[in-house]
């Protein structure tokens, strides 16, 4: 458990970027299927597009607190190509660019609906990028707990549900033709956060080595596991019910409950670590 408090400030940036890379996944989709919102709707998530963006920026401020020293970023981009944390951090800043670019870019009305659909599905798709590199920089050999692909199954549907509930928020109005789609990145997101979250903890109680044994593991971190998941299903339903109903309410309760249940199962992911030891079965 202390390995888990260590990691606190990485915890809070693996909850609250993906969440917000998860909002501009959700407006592409509603693009993508053609659902995009009418002219007050637009004008709605136009004004709160900022919220995302500072989300992922107070994400990556969280991180920095993890470091020895700030100045240690400097070699996190020394390590572009070679080091999963790099890549991650890389992507990340890419798509923090694009999406404030994408809000500047919207924001002028320079450019046509077609030429904004296709930046918003750029925007969108470096966001699920982002969320892969994010689950992609804790598979290390050194880690056997950690060095799963399920990390990023789990790191996609953090922010599939995660930005559906925000973008329940941002496209909240009279024209309910996106709740399909916001329903789907919900249920789906919810179904990849439990494959992740299980799968990881199955693993990890089949490891041992001469300093931990990965089933105690996983039962001293159970409750946080529990809660966590419950959080996210919460979450995914409280989204369904907001599109569906149009009840705004239920929108910020499911951000409520997404970034509170993400945060707990990250919390349980950092207690499921355990080095490589002599033996190891």
Not at 7 to 16: D, G, H, S, V
Not at 21 to 29: C, Q, R, V
Not at 246 to 266: E, F, Q, T
Request: glycine letters at 12%; charged letters at 5%; one cysteine or more.
């Amino acid at each position: 458990m202390t390995a888990m408090l260590s990691e606190l400030p990485l915890a809070i940036f693996t909850t609250l970027a993906p969440i917000g890379a998860g909002a501009f996944i959700s407006l592409a989709a509603a693009q993508c299927a053609g659902s995009f919102p009418g002219q007050d709707q637009g004008k709605r998530a136009l004004k709160l597009m900022w919220l995302p963006l500072a989300l992922v920026l107070a994400g990556f401020i969280a991180s920095a607190f993890h470091l020895a020293s700030p100045g240690n970023m400097l070699h996190v981009a020394q390590g572009i190509g070679r080091s999963p944390l790099s890549n991650e951090v890389a992507v990340g800043g890419l798509f923090f660019v694009a999406a404030a670019a994408y809000w500047i870019v919207a924001a002028s009305g320079k450019l046509g609906d077609a030429a904004l659909k296709a930046f918003g599905i750029l925007v969108g798709a470096l966001g699920i990028l982002f969320a892969a590199f994010t689950g992609l920089a804790y598979m290390m050999e050194t880690i056997p707990t950690w060095n799963s692909p399920l990390n990023i199954v789990a790191m996609i549907g953090y922010a599939l549900v995660g930005g559906a509930a925000l973008g329940a928020i941002m496209l909240d109005g009279e024209d309910r033709s996106f709740a399909g789609v916001i329903s789907a990145l919900a249920l789906i997101g919810c179904g990849l956060a439990f494959i992740g979250v299980i799968g990881v903890a199955v693993l990890a109680s089949g490891l041992v080595n001469p300093t931990a044994i990965g089933a105690d593991l996983v039962s001293q971190a159970l409750p946080l596991i529990v809660i966590g998941l419950a959080g996210v299903a919460a979450a995914s339903a409280l989204s369904v019910l907001a599109v569906r109903s149009g009840k705004p309410s239920a929108a910020y309760a499911a951000l409520l409950c997404a970034a509170g249940g993400v945060l707990v199962a990250r919390l349980a992911f950092y207690a499921l670590q355990m080095s490589v030891g002599i033996s190891l079965m």
